[in-house]
């Protein structure tokens, strides 16, 4: 067999980060139009091996990683599972330079293998690096059926020929745009399966990288799509330069490195929770929808549902709150009178995770019957808990969450106070509440969770918690805190500037700037993230939440993703300040 190689090395021990490359194995691969390589696939293991993986086994102190490789075809092979980067490996990816490429290029089986791959690694909590390299576009629509039951992308019965002498495609009898749908069709599939990654391991875990080596004038719009699924990635078009496609790998390669230093940081050290691994979709429900125990909610009422506070940023403490009242409150206790339960009803099963946190839909209830059922009240609400064991017992953690997002609200109200830019710059972040819980699961038996209104739709990262942008168009904290009340506005006449020609999402980045302004640089919030669908809009601006704010002590007073001046230098790193900066007089910073 010609494609017999030596065995794959053996994975390695307690992995950080993994490393999963998908290579193009189609038949273009075997052109001969890369100077100084017999094929296009010999140019490309020889990089990987070079510029990729080398400067990797070279790195001392950065944890264990391990790399997985896919070939892709009609179908995708794993022919590296998990290996360590040693010489070894390197020796094992030179060797398939002289793989023979063959066939079409099926982009769905390769990331049906990477998700295989990379579940695995879903209660690990290590770093994901996803690497897809390709000369083309994806091959899939050729053996796929349009809508009406008819395979469009292949020859028609007659065997006849067009002018340019390729086979005559099958026609579609009921529509004729049925060719372009099937390939549109295939492009929506393929950013779905990243977008699944990315909701399935957490889209701060893992960074896609889409490389186009191939000839300039390929459609690489599905590769760029991909790309575009996930905050932390990037697409590169490269031709067919070798030098192009050195330099590309060895970005790669950094990209690389910085996440594997992130994996042998704090949270490397934290314990995945074994409790939270079942995922289901939303359910259903309206106000005033009776909820059950036990049938995929676990209500909380009486004396199950201990406390309800919210952060008061001025007084720099938390304050009792109330159950939302109702209506239906008020009909029940006419009804059931001194029966009248207030709580909280917790779904079953988390619908979502990022890399901190997983959420799960939740409601307040009244209930008069002890809590065996509870009457949905109030807006549709989402809450919010740790994937980590240690975080459990802190008793710091989710009040901290809670401190972030109330001060970061603060600092939104005083920046819609100085920017004046209309309605839809406007910037709020959501109010939360701490709520602690009686549930012998726990294992002090009671709990706490994090409780925010639910916001629908698609989040969107416009910088993450390193401090990054987006590429796109307590003693001491207490203190800080209230030194934020005593800043003074300008009294200067600032003029009423049209800024709707400004992209949209430069304002959340303006706002990160203006945080670190405004708090003489102690501070700056970032990780904004937004729904898109519903909460943006000219009349409201911007609804955000979980933010994370980097303090210039260094001591981490917000918390683990707190990283200090790192955060801060990072974000200003990739920050260009716009029209909306210049308005406030901003200029980014010289460390």
Partial sequence: MEDALEAAPLPPPDTTSHLVVIVDHSGSMRKEDVPGYPTRTAAVYDCLARDLVEPQVKLDGLGRMEMSLIEMNDVATVILERSAPDETLLNYIRSCSTRRAHSHGNYLPALDAALGLLKGDATRGNRLFLIFLSDGAPSDHTDMQCAHGYSVWQPDARGTFMRNGKPRLQDCP????????????????????????GDLLGRDRVYFGSVAFGPPTEDYTVLQGMARALPRSSFQKLGLSLDCLRTALTSLSSTLTSLRTEAVGSRSRLTLRTDLTETAQRQSYEER???RDGGGWDIYVGKRCISKLKYDVMGSCYVKCSIAGSDLASELGQLHPRKVQRGIAHAAYKFAEGAERVVFQCTEVVSVDGGATGYSVGPRLVAKETRYTEHLRSKAYYPTLCRLQGEAEELAQLF????????????????????????????????EIVVEEELEGVYTKWNDNAGRVAQSSTTTACADSKALGAIVEDDEEEEDREVSSVPIGDVPQCFSHFTYEVTFGRKLVCDLQASLKGVWNAMDGFTLTDPVIHHHSGLKKNGDTDKGMAGIREFFATHNCGPLCKRLGMEAPVF
Avoid at 175 to 190: F, H, L, M, Q, Y
Avoid at 419 to 428: A, D, F, I, T, W
Avoid at 434 to 447: A, E, I, M, S
């Fill in 289 to 291: 929808t009776l909820l």
């Fill in 416 to 447: 819609n106070r100085r920017l004046r830019g209309g309605s839809e710059c406007q910037v709020r972040f959501l109010p939360c509440y701490v709520f602690t819980l009686r549930d012998p699961r726990y294992p002090t038996g009671k709990g």
């Fill in 174 to 197: 009921v529509s004729k745009t049925c060719r372009e749908a099937v390939r549109e069709s295939v492009k929506d599939e393929c950013v779905s399966y990243v977008k699944h990654i």
